[in-house]
């Protein structure tokens, strides 16, 4: 069962950039279909972004689209999220998750995968 540990996360002003990173436990990493997702207090986990197992494919949320880049190095079994021009509406814990479930097309429900980080924070003040 593959581990994953996100890092990265912390508290920036709006406009600024982060860059998550979720490690994963195992080389078959690359295998996966891959996701970020977040969540504030009260609310469901929202879908952010999506990467295929073998990196072709890739979505987006429309809240996101043009700012967020997900990527992935398989030499390091580690997934990433490119946070760019942040706003305070990107405030929220996010998470990495990733299933070995095959499938066609984007994977943007939390259905969809069977394995989760613990989260990282990100914080964007104005």
């Known amino acids: 069962q593959v581990q994953l540990v996100e890092s990265g996360g912390g508290l920036v002003q709006a406009g600024d950039s982060l860059r998550l990173s979720c490690e994963a436990s195992e080389r078959s990493f690359a295998y996966y279909r891959k996701a970020w997702f977040r969540q504030v207090p009260g609310k469901e986990r929202e879908f952010v972004a999506f990467?295929?197992?073998?990196?072709?494919?890739?979505s987006y949320a429309d809240s996101v689209k043009g700012r967020f880049t997900i990527s992935i190095d398989n030499t390091k079994n580690t997934l990433y999220l490119q946070m760019d021009s942040l706003k305070p509406e990107d405030t929220a814990v996010y998470y990495c998750?990733?299933?070995?479930?095959?499938?066609?097309?984007?994977?943007?429900?939390?259905?969809?995968?069977?394995?989760w980080g613990q989260g990282t924070q990100v914080t964007v003040s104005s």
């Open positions: 990467i295929s197992y073998r990196g072709a494919d890739r």
């Open positions: 998750a990733a299933t070995r479930r095959l499938g066609t097309g984007p994977a943007n429900s939390q259905r969809d995968y069977d394995y």
